[in-house]
């Protein structure tokens, strides 16, 4: 089975400074992670995701994430956050037949 | 770019009435999903589909139903609306090799 923990349904930073958003995961199969966002009033678009090979992965927007195995972990950062990052951010792993098992998401405000 | 859309994003409903949401994608995709999203509980899955008149239910599947006649289309069902069904309804799809789902923009079902 799979779960999804984000720490902090809330988290709010200053324009330009570091964005962190944690995820711990659990899975019973290699995971594929995944981490979406969420304008206000739309769908999920996809960041990032980690299948296999390079634990740092880059994203749209300037956003990275790190997969590390040892933690069960894969957090999602962003150096400068801008204005037009504060959205609702999804973690979520993949389980069998396709299925995503998601975290309950972190909102990302971001102060001028 | 696949494209998922959704027949309504707006929809206001009387208690027992029955309601169709249709999702439909332009990608030729074999899996679809229905996902209810409500705030603080994230995304939680209710069905699934995997091929042409193939369905297994998720997590909360009490409530709905699902159909899927054509495979561009899948349709979530509720017989007999409730207010406890008043949430924001998202549909994906992702193909049989890929890995990221697809959403389209969603619908907000009110049931009063």
């Known amino acids: 089975a799979q779960s999804v923990t984000q720490l902090g349904s809330h988290v709010s930073v200053s324009e330009g400074a570091l964005v962190l958003l944690r995820c711990n995961y659990s899975s019973s199969v290699p995971p594929y992670l995944f981490w979406y966002v969420q304008y206000p009033n739309q769908g999920l678009q996809l960041l990032l995701k980690?299948?296999?090979?390079?634990?740092l992965v880059k994203g749209i927007n300037g956003f990275e994430a790190e997969f590390k195995k040892s933690e069960t972990s894969f957090h999602l950062t962003k150096p400068s956050a801008h204005m037009s990052d504060a959205a609702e951010y999804f973690c979520a792993v993949r389980g069998s037949n396709y299925k995503l098992t998601f975290g309950k998401g972190t909102l990302l405000t971001v102060n001028p | 770019d696949v494209k998922v859309t959704q027949s309504s994003r707006y929809l206001v409903k009387r208690t027992g009435e029955k309601v169709f949401l249709e999702c439909v994608q332009d990608m030729d995709h074999e899996n679809m999903f229905w996902y209810r999203q409500d705030p603080g509980l994230g995304l939680r899955l209710i069905y699934f589909s995997y091929d042409v008149k193939m369905k297994e239910k998720g997590d909360i599947p009490e409530g709905y139903s699902v159909s899927r006649e054509k495979k561009e289309r899948f349709s979530l069902i509720l017989e007999s609306a409730s207010t406890n069904q008043t949430s924001m309804y998202l549909c994906a799809s992702t193909s049989g090799s890929g890995y990221e789902q697809y959403f389209g923009p969603g619908t907000r079902l009110t049931v009063t």
């Open positions: 980690y299948t296999t090979g390079a634990t």
